[in-house]
């Protein structure tokens, strides 16, 4: 499963990166949501990857620690998407503004010369 | 009394964020209300300051012992719950950021705040992410507020549209959400190797880490420390600096003049935080030295390319930086102090610039020829059917000159003085304390050069720091002369007081400063103490559980 889920991570990383150098806007846009689920995914992976171990300790269960997934990643990955997902949006204003005020997509707001 | 007392570490997020939800419901009709919430926020954000200041320093240590001040939210005990941690660091730079905020405020009032969107609001949240990164005492909540300060600041940037703003507004955003995505990154790499993400508990947690895992936890902390480097503007990740600060409006590019600071702030946070153990690959080492150089020279040569005013006062933020940074890469503990002192001056200095370029902007007739060559760009003629088509227009960036109010007479000699003093500020030449800043810098460096074995980086940063203020003389004197002198068709604008009076208690507060560097330097001695023996800090933060825990088995 690590490898898969290393695998995941990078080939999102990667597209992300490419799609984030590319002149247009709505392609950046694009590698920041590749980006920002690629870093959301391995904020999820930093708390170990297990299977069927809750993160949330029940009052009446034992309280052995190793029963549990980590919750700490699982709440600051809650944040992170909130928070990029929202960044991401306002992005997207931005975008459609520069849009309508320039006329291109290009990201300096004008067609390069050649 | 005690209660209140108890929760003054929190009023600096709280006021901020109440005063910005509340004006939201506010019409836009109501200015006078907004703008009196708006200053009462303020005002109570400077005091809470100065209460907090006086309370980190040992002034008082029947409130909190060795002066420092730790507040857990929902009193969860320290290290599973999130706490704020006042000490002298955390305080000055809240009560530094309230004075420009309020300056900022002030000179808004009189007549930025016009049109449309809810600027007081955003700058209420900008305030409060600045002082929620000052106060929080663990890695996460310090992305959090980063963010804060982040989302505002991509709303106040915008202000005014126009397609240059929007243009660098974009980039700007592009940018700051790649260094979130790192900072993001860093922090998650963190959390995984050392379980922890309280910076300081973190600290003991390092020392006892396996080489294996110590080699990813400093990657983990050099992916955070790129973050920093984003957010302070270093070479050679601050292209999109000097563009975005000098299309924003002049009262927000003053108020941003603080963010870059926020950046300097985590460095010297984590960094003193994190090289306590001296096995550490410190953040605070000869990369950070080289990193602050090439920033300084990068914004040196800015400075001289600079033709406009506003854009010449973004790379002199570059260069304050560069200093910065440089300095505390030499690794002598002594350099805080100065450092510090430097930081306060360059961000009072550098508010006080950005306030005056939006005044001086009004000085020269708006269609005359030099005042187009003056900008670095062209001024794009808007392409009108968009602008129809998403029912925004052109508004006049900088204002009319109908209705100021009450003007100040001698407004062209006002400006003239103010740019002077802003001048020999930024440049560091004496008399004022701008000088005394990077005076202290430079003596206390080469005293400690031969003790520390940095002899030849120190001389290095002398010749480079001089050699800066130079340039920065060279460079602003050549602007003052065309916007002064030269500009034969110049209208004289009319100030409002309320647009002077920012800009002239900016650098009124400079000179004081300068006049009272003995306490002032004090101060930060037993600042830059605290820093670099981080023992007190961390015994307080993790202490606040030991109490809780005494209190719940007093009375289960």
Redesign the interface.
């Known amino acids: 499963m690590e490898i898969v889920y290393a695998l995941a991570i990078g080939v999102l990383t990667a597209s992300g990166v490419w799609l984030?150098l590319r002149p247009r806007?709505f392609q950046?846009l694009m590698g920041?949501s590749l980006?920002?689920y690629a870093?959301n995914i391995?904020?999820f992976?930093?708390?170990?990857l297990v299977m069927y171990r809750p993160p949330i300790i029940e009052e009446a269960g034992a309280t052995d620690p190793s029963l549990y997934a980590d919750p700490?990643?699982q709440a600051?990955v809650l944040?992170?998407i909130v928070?990029?997902f929202?960044?991401?949006a306002?992005?997207l204003v931005?975008?459609l503004?520069?849009r309508?005020?320039?006329?291109t997509d290009h990201?300096?707001?004008r067609e390069p010369e050649s | 009394m005690s209660g209140l007392l108890h929760h003054l570490p929190v009023m600096p997020i709280v006021v901020p964020l109440l005063a910005g939800a509340l004006m939201l419901f506010l019409s836009e009709a109501r200015r006078a209300a907004r703008a009196t919430i708006a200053l009462t926020s303020m005002v109570v954000q400077l005091a809470v300051g100065g209460a907090l200041l006086y309370l980190a320093s040992d002034a008082a240590p029947h409130v909190w012992s060795e002066g420092i001040g730790v507040y857990r939210i929902g009193n969860w005990p320290s290290p599973f719950g999130i706490v704020l941690v006042v000490d002298r660091l955390s305080a000055l730079m809240v009560t530094l950021g309230a004075s420009l905020g309020f300056c900022v405020l002030v000179y808004t009032i009189a007549r930025w705040d016009r049109p449309g969107q809810p600027f007081h609001s955003l700058l209420q949240f900008l305030m409060m992410g600045l002082n929620g990164a000052f106060l929080t005492g663990d890695l996460f909540n310090l992305f959090v507020f980063f963010e804060v300060l982040l989302a505002a600041s991509y709303g106040l940037v915008l202000r005014g549209t126009g397609a240059t703003r929007v243009k660098e507004g974009l980039h700007y955003i592009v940018v700051n959400l790649v260094a979130s995505f790192m900072f993001l990154i860093g922090v998650s790499m963190v959390y995984g190797i050392a379980g922890t993400l309280n910076m300081a508990e973190l600290t003991g947690r390092v020392a006892a880490l396996s080489p294996a895992d110590r080699a990813l936890f400093d990657v983990g902390g050099a992916i955070l420390g790129i973050a920093f480097l984003v957010k302070a503007g270093s070479w050679p990740l601050n292209l999109w600096l000097p563009g975005t600060y000098s299309v924003a409006l002049a009262p927000i590019a003053a108020s941003f003049a603080m963010l870059t600071k926020v950046g300097v702030y985590a460095v010297l946070r984590v960094g003193t935080l994190m090289s306590h153990d001296q096995a550490a690959a410190s953040l605070l080492g000869p990369a950070l030295f080289y990193i602050g150089l090439a920033t300084l020279v990068a914004g040196t040569i800015g400075m001289l390319s600079a033709l406009h005013l506003a854009r010449l006062v973004s790379h002199s933020l570059i260069v304050s930086t560069g200093i910065m940074l440089a300095a505390l890469g030499l690794g002598i503990e002594s350099l805080t102090p100065p450092v510090l002192f430097y930081l306060i001056v360059s961000v009072l200095t550098s508010g006080a610039f950005f306030l005056l370029t939006g005044m001086t902007e009004r000085t020269r007739a708006r269609d005359s020829a030099i005042a187009t060559a003056m900008h670095d760009e062209p001024r794009e003629t808007p392409a009108l059917p968009y602008y129809v088509a998403f029912g925004v227009r052109e508004p006049d960036p900088y204002g009319t000159d109908e209705e100021v109010g009450v003007a100040i007479p001698a407004a062209m000699a006002f400006l003239g003085l103010m740019f002077v003093c802003c001048v020999l500020l930024v440049t560091g030449l004496p008399p004022l304390p701008g000088f005394v800043a990077k005076f202290t810098l430079l003596s206390t460096a080469i005293g400690e050069a031969a003790a520390a074995g940095m002899t030849k980086p120190v001389w290095v940063l002398t010749a480079a720091v001089l050699a800066t203020g130079l340039a920065g003389a060279i460079a602003l004197t050549r602007i003052g002369m065309s916007l002064f002198w030269t500009v034969t068709e110049r209208t004289t604008p009319r100030l409002h007081v309320l647009e002077a009076a920012p800009v002239a208690l900016l650098v009124l507060v400079c000179l004081t400063l300068g006049a009272a560097a003995g306490p002032v330097m004090g101060y930060l001695e037993s600042t830059a103490r605290s820093l670099h023996d981080p023992q007190t800090y961390i015994r307080t933060v993790l202490a606040a559980e030991a109490q809780l825990a005494e209190a719940h088995g007093a009375s289960p």
């Open positions: 984030l806007t950046v920041l980006l920002s870093t391995f904020i992976g930093m708390g170990r700490v990643p600051l944040t992170a928070i990029g929202a960044t991401t306002l992005t931005v975008l503004a520069l309508g005020l320039t006329g990201v300096d707001g």
